[in-house]
């Protein structure tokens, strides 16, 4: 599970981007639009719940155990959407936002060091860049935003999803996060992309409550202190509707730079905060730790 920081330099170079701290960096041209009507005006559909999983090492997607057998089994029992959003750690921007925009996304193998047989994985759903132009006209109003046609399915999308949706037949986009903004904007982009969850989509971010790289022991699952001190902690906070106590989280000092020497895959819990609406539970669906400092903690809300 290499770091995002130093894997995707090469990769993001390559398609014309300047990395910054990991991050893409973008210039853009056309100004926003007040364009705020458009994911209302998509047809309703059964009204979806929203996800947060903690993915883990790319290694999930051809392992078993207890993390894709919860994955597969919520599968099973999820109404079937129209369509996924995903939010990965693995594809961050700054100054603006990217959403994918092909008809068929092609994979993206943003690791290194593991087995070739993980990286002849295939995840062949279709795009959907109608509902990609939609997202894009919304957010707007918020922040600059484009499509993209190069980026495909990152780890935190497909790994995930090869178990849940194992047909491929959904249409699946990303959308970018910028690593930049505040946990306050991401919150905030998440509740302009609620009404989505009325039209039959299914948002999901993908990252984990705790994510320390550097601490990771590959033969031992069990946490350490701070891991559990850190995921216990997020995990009151949420339970208790404490949203801004989750945001918060660098005011925990050296426990929160422990649990995230970069906070990439903290960033979709803001996402899953800002979709849950008043009177929704959060519920995990999945826990444990890998590798002794990765959290596997995983919510569904709604």
Known sequence: MKSRHYSRRTVLTGLGFTVVGGAIGMKFLKPFKPETEELMQLPNAERMPALFVGHGSPMNAIESNEWTAAWQELGKTLPKPKAI?????????????????????????????????????QYPAPGDPALAKDIESTLQVKIPIQGDTRWGFDHGTWVVLKHMFPKA????????????????????????????????????????????????????????????????RMHNYIQDGNHQAVMDFLKLGSLAEMAHPTYDHFLPIFYALGLQSPGEEFRTFCGGFQYKSVSMRSYRIG
């Not at 100054?95 to 060091?113: I, Q």
């Open 85 to 121: 959003l995903a939010l990965s750690a693995h594809w961050l921007t700054h100054n603006g936002l990217l959403v994918t925009a092909s008809e068929r996304p092609p994979m993206t193998y943003d690791f290194g060091g593991f087995p070739p047989e993980l990286s002849r994985q």
């Open 169 to 232: 037949d959904i249409p699946v986009i990303q959308l970018s996060m910028d690593y930049r903004k505040p946990p306050s904007f991401h919150y905030e982009v998440a509740k302009l992309l609620q009404p989505l969850r009325n039209k039959g989509v299914l948002i999901f971010g993908s990252g984990n409550l705790v994510h320390n790289l550097r601490a990771m022991v590959r033969t031992d699952n069990t946490p350490f202190d701070w891991a559990q001190d850190f995921d216990t």
